[in-house]
């Protein structure tokens, strides 16, 4: 059974410009989140989908947004990047909204310069 | 609102030395629990995890942690380390609530030397 895949593993992107990360969760997974890592603020909670549905949102500007496809496949984006949104982001995907136990990719090392 | 605390930033220990990583959380209402590994350029490794019952939880790796309910305290234990378990450690949180949302600690590097 393949794990959590997210695209691409590394971003170098410029101030200013929007990039778009993908995750794929396990197969029968169906809630997705969302996870900032740096390490000023470790890892923070940016958002969950299940079923299409954004369920919760963390404490991040709205340049932060997100969204699920049927396939339970999710994508985040961030717009007007910034040099503070240099980050490890995170995916992790839960079978459904009653499991505990969540699974996590490897992550997007993202770059803004 | 929830929060975990991981006092120690760093814990250096020699191989085959037992380790002791510590957790405290803060919650009103009760909370699932959970440690997490993560290796250099890795995402995270679930290593146990504490849902109800038994307070002591064996995880991978020969890990185990203890629930504490009345020290609020999910300490993570290993009685002989490797070099191979060099790596950062989080302790993780969520409330009962139905919602997907980890509430995580600042992380814990274990360094074991030869």
């Known amino acids: 059974k393949a794990g959590v895949t997210q695209t691409p593993r590394y971003l170098i992107k410029t101030r200013g410009q929007q990039v778009t990360l993908s995750c794929s969760p396990i197969?029968?997974?169906?809630?997705v989140s969302w996870y900032q890592q740096t390490p000023g603020q470790g890892l923070q909670f940016l958002f969950e989908?299940?079923?299409?549905?954004?369920?919760n949102k963390g404490n991040f500007p709205g340049r932060f947004s997100g969204r699920q496809f049927s396939n339970s496949r999710s994508e985040m984006n961030v717009s007007t990047l910034e040099l503070g949104d240099s980050a490890l982001y995170l995916c992790?995907?839960?079978?459904?909204?009653?499991?505990?136990?969540?699974?996590f990719g490897q992550g997007t090392r993202l770059t803004v310069v | 609102a929830q929060s975990v605390t991981q006092l120690d930033s760093q814990v250096p220990v020699f191989e085959e030395a037992p380790v002791e990583l510590r957790c405290n959380y803060s919650?009103?209402?009760?909370?699932?629990l959970f440690w997490y590994v993560q290796y250099p350029n890795q995402g995270l490794q679930l290593l146990l995890k504490?849902?109800?019952?038994?307070?002591l939880v064996k995880g991978i790796n020969g890990f185990e942690a203890e629930f504490n309910k009345s020290q609020t305290s999910f300490h993570l234990r290993k009685p002989s380390v490797h070099i191979s378990d060099t790596a950062e450690y989080f302790c993780?949180?969520?409330?009962?609530?139905?919602?997907?949302?980890?509430?995580f600690g600042t992380g814990t590097r274990l360094l074991v030397s030869p």
């Open positions: 992790a995907s839960t079978q459904d909204i009653l499991n505990t136990e969540a699974f």
């Open positions: 197969s029968g997974h169906r809630s």
């Open positions: 989908y299940f079923s299409e549905t954004q369920r």
């Open positions: 919650s009103s209402v009760s909370v699932y």
């Open positions: 504490y849902l109800s019952g038994s307070t």
């Open positions: 993780a949180a969520f409330e009962n609530t139905g919602f997907q949302k980890l509430v």
